[in-house]
């Protein structure tokens, strides 16, 4: 028991005692008051530790002590003493640590309450707003009139004299039952007036009932409001007549009809209005009908006020009040004056709800008869109500309506219906306040609605001029046409108002706007509009007033690239059609179209839900394109469009189109942009046959089918390539490229790839080198090729036309047929004789060899960018060969291309060439045309005198053809 929380803990040791009974170690304490931190309090100040208490834990300290039994029974100056002093000697005796105190024992019932902190808190705060202000000492908040934040007034201040309600904005942050029971308090105090009572309770709705009617009725805080204005309206003064404004009187009753209150306090409510009614304001009477398809207010409850307020007057006759009057009419006493200023407030709200459709003439009668005459000695006022009421200004404004309401009245019906009225509620709206009188804010985004719905209703100038229509069509034209931008929002908003926008030619008057603004001379473009400049991060509005830049040509594309396609196919037609705008700021403008809305992927394009609108867009953007097909469109746009056209399953007459216009600019195409997927599944992997009628429409193009033509025709101006020649290269160059990316394909045919691969003339390939890459690429990927499919690939390259690399390569190709690799032996050395005969004398000087004319002239052309292509291409082809013999290959090589002479070759090649050159025919059997290299040095070949050898093992001779 020396355990110092045991031995100053009663409970504690009854549970100790127990456990030890009970033969166990454990003891549990359940439901401690106050939690960890409370306990904690209690175990530091058994160990004689500092324990700092202050408002914000003081209940849960003190809770904790009583539930662990802390008395004075069990030591003297236990913590419950100690802490009962603080309470009483620093808490209770001040204005904010009461309040705080009272915020905190929420948490902590139902010890705080049992423990009387509680009961001590509110009388601690209501004795204070008792005492005579002229005595507070203490601080206090107090929210001045006028003031931009609360203002803390310190009892040193004594500038000012303390207010009698200087205390209720403390209490305002108070949970809804303690305040009710701080005020109870206060008020069974008889020291504080009605009125500091009623700014009490109307500071406190302020604080916590919501502004809007949406706040006020949901479902999450319903109740809550609820039960904050029934404890309000619970709290109000008994003197009815006083303490409260009539206009937050008004206001809880506007919340308690709102949330459903009941319907005593309702009543109570009514009755405190009624006795001060005339001092209400028209607005504070406007009160929303909760009951849905009536009036828009409550006019029962108003003239419910209004027969309270007479009944207290003690007159419901007119006459008696006038022969009291003419009594006395030298001296108008207050009630003459409250009901003077009630018949004029009730004129002003008749004005207010009369143009309510839905409000009944019986109501509005029976408001009008409430108030006796003597309350209006002039009529004016009930005039003015009467003509608005009679008048309806949406009816008087609009045809259809007074032809409807007629129609309703012969059919003795009081409803009229309206069908599929353009715009709906907002538009209607717009025509209701413009009839009204009240301000209507027109713009881009609601003017078409509003120009359709003012047509349904028929608000013609013959109805009565200057009417909506007139004024929309005003502001149509000096507003909307006249804007670039706004001409384009107004189109985007004439699509959801068809077929209302077409009859009444917004559509076209938009686009014809448009295709003006289009047409105009970019130095004369003083109007704001989308530019995206290259390498910038993101779009740019280039201002009239920033005439640091030149106006662009396309500066108008960016804006349209928003419309509807629909939309965009028709101004596109009339900015054609002006006759003004060049192809190639066509051809961007559909680029820029087709890239905001063409998806980039695949999947996208093919998509079920989207298949339809992409093959709109790709249609549409195709029949779009300039007249003049050479023009206007870069040759991998109209690549990118083919491909659309083919996976979204366009017209074939558009696929047509396309293709006259790529064959036009072929030469320009990309590799990448040729690969267009083939759509047949389970077979080549992009789409050959395509590519190979676009190179026949080439060259159909070019008048030229036959190589031969072509050759004359250069050879005979060998030193001017004309632009045909020059284009004829640059194909021949990308039909290489792209043979040499689709011959990976497996189920690439044979017949395709030659196909192909001959569909361009012998004048478009100077040299093979691209040719032979490709035809490597083709057999390493397709190694089952028989030798005669192997020999009949190899025959569409010449290998006169291969560079010294590419011999080099090929001589050491073992994928080729043995024929081949012979002649590509053959001819390079015939190559190498013929530059070692025609080398100058001073070769020696230099220490190498100055090549001259070829023998023969076009193996040799000079083609710079088809030979670095082509090395890159052959770099790629890796020649497997050892390390060792590698480093020795490459240093004899470079000896060898110095002299200008001789190759490395591989041990099957040089075999075969020796026996070609020298004849000897031992060894022959072990070889055959697809033999692999032996692992023999390679050896430098020189040409030697042939000589005829026996028939070797094979039963065949070589011979180069």
């Given amino acids: ?62 809770c904790a002590a009583e539930y662990l039994e802390m008395t004075e029974d069990v030591e003297k100056g236990n913590l419950i003493f100690k802490i009962e002093v603080f309470l009483n000697s620093s808490v209770f005796r001040s204005w904010k640590d009461s309040i705080i105190v009272l915020q905190t024992t929420k948490s902590l019932l139902p010890w705080s309450e049992e423990l009387k902190v509680v009961g001590r808190c509110i009388d601690s705060i209501a004795s204070k707003t008792s005492v005579d202000p002229a005595n507070v000492n203490w601080s206090y908040t107090y929210s001045k009139k006028l003031a931009t934040s609360d203002e803390i007034v310190e009892s ?40 500091v009572i009623g700014e009490a309770l109307k500071a406190y709705a302020v604080r916590w009932l919501p502004d809007t009617y949406d706040a006020l009725v949901t479902d999450d805080y319903t109740r809550r409001n609820r039960t904050l204005v029934e404890t309000i309206i619970r709290l109000l003064p008994s003197d009815k007549g006083s303490g409260c404004s009539c206009r937050f009187l008004l206001k809880l009753l506007k919340v308690v009809i709102l949330v459903g209150a009941g319907d005593l306090l ?177 713009n881009a985004y609601n003017v078409v609605a509003a120009r359709c719905a003012a047509e349904y209703l028929e608000m013609t100038e013959d109805v009565e001029k200057g009417n909506l229509i007139f004024k929309i069509e005003v502001f149509l034209n000096s507003s909307v046409f006249r804007s670039w931008k706004d001409s384009i929002i107004v189109l985007q908003t004439t699509k959801s108002l068809l077929p209302w926008s077409e009859e009444l030619k917004v559509v076209g008057r938009c686009i014809d706007s448009i295709a003006s603004k289009t047409s105009v001379d970019p130095a004369n473009v003083n109007w704001s509009y989308t530019y995206s400049k290259k390498l910038a991060t993101s779009d740019e509005i280039v201002e009239s007033q920033q005439r640091m830049h030149t106006v662009p040509k396309d500066w108008w594309i960016e804006d349209i690239c928003e419309l509807d396609v629909d939309l965009y196919k028709r101004v596109m037609v009339a900015v054609k059609s002006k006759g003004r705008m060049s192809s190639d700021v066509i051809g961007e403008a559909l680029k820029a179209y087709a890239v905001r809305w063409l998806p980039d992927t695949y999947d996208a394009l093919v998509t079920d839900d989207y298949t339809r609108r992409n093959r709109t867009l790709v249609e549409t953007i195709i029949r779009l394109l300039p007249s003049d097909k050479g023009s206007g469109c870069s040759c991998r746009f109209l690549l990118k469009l083919l491909k659309v056209v083919i996976l979204v399953g366009a017209g074939d007459l558009l696929k047509e189109d396309l293709m006259d216009r790529i064959s036009l600019q072929l030469h320009k195409a990309s590799v990448k942009d040729l690969l ?93 080198d691209g040719l032979y890459t490709t035809i490597d690429i083709y057999l390493k990927e397709h190694p089952s090729l028989s030798k005669a499919e192997k020999k009949r ?117 040089r075999r075969i060439f020796d026996k070609f050159w020298i004849g000897k025919g031992h060894g022959e059997n072990k070889s055959s045309d697809t033999s692999g290299s032996s692992q023999s040095p390679p050896t430098s070949v020189k040409p030697v005198e042939a000589k005829s050898s026996g028939s070797s093992s094979r039963h065949r001779r070589y011979s180069v053809s």
């Fill in 1 to 62: 028991m020396q355990f110092p929380l045991i031995s100053k803990s009663n409970r504690l040791q009854g549970l100790i005692l127990k456990a030890s009974e009970d033969s166990t170690d454990e003891v549990f304490i359940h439901d401690f008051p106050g939690g960890p931190k409370a306990f904690e309090i209690c175990a530091k100040f058994c160990y004689g530790m500092t324990v700092i208490l202050n408002a914000y834990n003081v209940v849960a300290a003190r």
């Fill in 156 to 195: 040193q201040q004594r500038m000012h004299t303390v207010p009698k309600d200087w205390w209720i904005e403390d209490i305002c942050e108070l949970d809804v039952d303690l305040y009710k029971r701080v005020m109870v308090a206060v008020k069974s105090k008889g020291r504080m007036s009605s009125d």
């Fill in 266 to 442: 309702k009543e109570d409510l009514m009755d405190r209005i009624s006795l001060q009614l005339h001092k209400a304001s028209v607005k504070d009477l406007l009160i929303p009908a909760k009951s849905p398809g009536g009036t828009m207010y409550d006019v029962d409850l108003v003239q419910n006020l209004v027969s309270r307020f007479m009944m207290r007057l003690g007159s419901t006759h007119d006459t008696d009040f006038v022969e009291k009057s003419e009594n006395r009419m030298h001296e108008i006493d207050l009630e003459h004056e409250s009901l003077l200023t009630l018949g004029k407030m009730i004129d002003c709200y008749l004005a207010e709800i009369a143009g309510d459709p839905n409000l009944p003439i019986s109501s509005f009668i029976d408001l009008s008869t409430s108030v006796p005459e003597a309350a209006r000695p002039i009529h004016d006022g009930l005039y003015t109500t009467i003509d608005i009421y009679l008048k309806f200004p949406l009816i008087s404004k609009s045809n259809r309506l007074q032809g409807l309401i007629l129609k309703a009245s012969e059919d003795s019906t009081d409803e009229v219906f309206i069908h599929d009225f353009p715009g709906g509620p907002k538009a209607f709206e717009i025509c209701a306040k413009f009839c009204y009188g009240m301000t209507v804010i027109l």
């Fill in 676 to 768: 267009i997927p083939a759509k047949s599944p389970g077979g080549t992997m992009y789409d050959v046959d395509l590519v190979q009628n676009l190179v026949s429409r080439f060259m159909m193009r070019l008048g030229s089918t036959h190589d031969t033509d072509f050759v004359e025709k250069s050879e005979n101006r060998m030193h001017e390539i004309d632009l045909e020649h020059e284009s004829l290269l640059t194909l021949g160059k990308m039909i290489d490229c792209y043979l040499a990316e689709i011959a990976g394909d497996p189920n690439l045919p044979i017949s395709s790839f030659i196909d192909l691969s001959t569909s361009v003339p012998e004048a478009a390939r100077p040299i093979h």
């Fill in 793 to 909: 690939i190899c025959r569409l390259m010449d290998v006169k036309k291969l560079s010294v690399d590419a011999c080099m390569h090929a001589a050491q190709n073992e994928h080729l047929p043995l024929r081949v690799v012979v002649q590509v032996l053959f001819f390079a050395q015939m190559r190498a004789a013929a530059r070692s005969l025609t080398a100058p004398s001073n070769e020696t000087l230099h220490g190498r060899t100055t090549p001259r004319a070829n023998v023969e002239d076009d193996w040799e052309r000079p083609v710079p960018e088809n030979l670095n292509s082509v090395k890159k291409q052959l770099g790629s082809l890796k020649i497997k060969e050892d390390e060792c013999r590698s480093n020795e290959g490459k240093k004899s090589n470079g000896e060898n291309k110095e002299r200008g002479g001789g190759l490395l070759l591989p041990s099957r090649s």
